[in-house]
């Protein structure tokens, strides 16, 4: 078993890192994740969260807005819609991220007159955006 595999993380604006690590913490859609050298393969969206990467002495905080992460057991990739430096990150982003994800609630509210399930997923977003400020912090 290896005891590091290829890491890298792209947005839209950037690429954000490339590098050796052994695990990678992944905000997964269906549940959080941890991917090490070796893992199954698989393709998981991302919700909103930390995306944590564990290099050999050093891990480095991500937030992520959302995306794909790809894991094939020598390499993972993150392909995120919106990422941060949790270093980076201040309170101007937090609450961008929130009025983003609250504007996308209510133009669906709107559009689908409460319609339960587009409603629920707007709703869902908004509260995971309002958390990740939470629990980093802000």
Do not use: C
């Not at 052994?22 to 905000?27: G, L």
């Not at 991917?35 to 998981?44: E, F, G, K, N, Q």
């Not at 707007?122 to 990740?132: H, I, P, Y």
Request: aromatic share 4%.
């Amino acid at each position: 078993m290896a005891d590091t595999m290829q890491f890298d993380l792209v947005s839209p604006e950037r690429s954000l890192a490339s590098l050796q690590v052994s695990a990678v913490q992944i905000p997964g859609a269906d549940g959080d994740m941890t991917a090490m050298p070796d893992h199954a393969p698989v393709i998981t969206t991302l919700r909103p969260g930390v995306l944590r990467v564990e290099a050999p002495g050093d891990t480095t905080d991500y937030v992520v807005t959302g995306g794909f992460a790809e894991i094939t057991g020598a390499a993972v990739s993150v392909l995120a819609e919106k990422v941060v430096p949790v270093s980076e990150m201040t309170r101007a982003h937090v609450d961008e991220m929130v009025e983003n994800a609250r504007a996308a609630y209510d133009a669906i509210k709107e559009e689908h007159n409460g319609q339960h399930s587009l409603v629920d997923d707007a709703a869902k977003l908004l509260a995971d955006m309002e958390a990740l400020g939470t629990h980093i912090n802000f």
